[in-house]
C-alpha cells in the first residue's frame, strides 16, 4: 500500500517524482496513493507516449480523469488537455493516444450509486461562477458530499481557517499555491485529512483542481 493513511497530510511533487512501468507499454505513471498494485484504489499521473495505449479494461468503482496534457482517445472519443471525464462504477474503455498524452487519474472511489458519466472542457469559458472573495469556479461534479471543481485563484488572494469535512484533495495546475507550511508549484499534488485547518493563499494567478468530501471519516478508518 501507498499513502493510504487518510488522517495523515501527504504533499508529493509530481514534477519531480520518477515515473514507473505499467502492465503496457508505453505507458508510464507516478504512483500518489495505491491500494494493491494493480487493482482496487489508485490515484497517480500517467503518461501514454505517443502511439500508445492500454488494453480494454473495465472500472468496478469508476475512474475519475484530468487530462493535463496532449490528447487522450477511446471507442467513445477524444479528449484533449483539460478535459474532466468520470466513467462510472461498471463501465470499460480501450484507451490510447496518438500524439502521447500526459493525466491525472483516480481508480476505484466512486460511491457504487454515482453512475453519472462526465465530460467537461475546463478550458471553456462556460460554466464559471464567482466563488467566495475574488476566486472564480468551475463545477465539475457533485455527489452524495463529494463535490470537485477548478478553482481559479487570483493573486493576492488569501483566506483564513480553511477546512473540509471528509478531507480535501488539490492538484496545483498553473502558479504556486501557497500556505503557513510551505509553497506548492504546479504539479504539487496535496491531500488534506478530515478538517484539516490551513490558511492558503496566492502570490500570483493560481490554478487549481480540488476536490472535497470524499476521505474516509475518521471512524471509518
Not at 498524452?101 to 471553456?124: E, G, Y
Request: charged share 20%.
Amino acid at each position: 500500500m501507498l499513502n493510504m493513511q487518510f488522517d495523515q497530510r501527504i504533499i508529493i511533487d509530481t514534477l519531480n517524482s520518477d515515473w514507473q512501468s505499467s502492465p503496457s507499454s508505453g505507458v508510464t505513471r507516478i504512483p500518489l496513493s495505491r491500494e494493491h498494485e494493480e487493482r482496487g484504489h489508485a490515484t497517480s499521473i500517467v503518461k501514454y507516449d505517443a502511439n500508445s495505449h492500454f488494453p480494454e479494461h473495465d472500472h468496478p468503482l469508476g475512474e475519475e480523469i484530468l487530462v493535463l496534457s496532449g490528447t487522450l482517445s477511446d471507442e467513445h472519443g477524444d479528449y484533449p488537455a483539460g478535459t474532466y471525464l468520470r466513467n462510472p462504477p461498471g463501465s470499460s474503455h480501450s484507451p490510447y493516444s496518438r500524439e502521447g498524452c500526459t493525466l491525472f487519474v483516480k481508480l476505484h472511489q466512486f460511491s457504487a450509486n454515482d453512475h453519472h458519466s462526465v465530460r467537461i472542457d475546463t478550458k471553456s469559458d462556460e460554466g464559471w461562477i464567482d466563488a467566495q472573495g475574488h476566486l472564480k469556479m468551475l463545477p465539475l461534479h457533485e455527489f452524495n458530499g463529494e463535490q470537485v471543481a477548478m478553482i481559479r485563484w487570483p493573486a493576492g488572494q488569501h483566506f483564513f481557517s480553511i477546512s473540509h469535512f471528509c478531507g480535501e484533495e488539490v492538484l496545483v495546475l498553473e502558479g504556486e499555491y501557497r500556505d503557513e507550511f510551505g509553497r506548492y508549484p504546479a504539479g504539487t499534488w496535496i491531500r488534506n485529512p478530515h478538517m484539516f485547518e490551513y490558511n492558503p493563499f496566492a502570490e500570483e494567478d493560481t490554478l487549481l483542481w480540488v476536490k472535497v468530501g470524499h476521505l474516509p471519516y475518521p471512524h471509518s478508518l
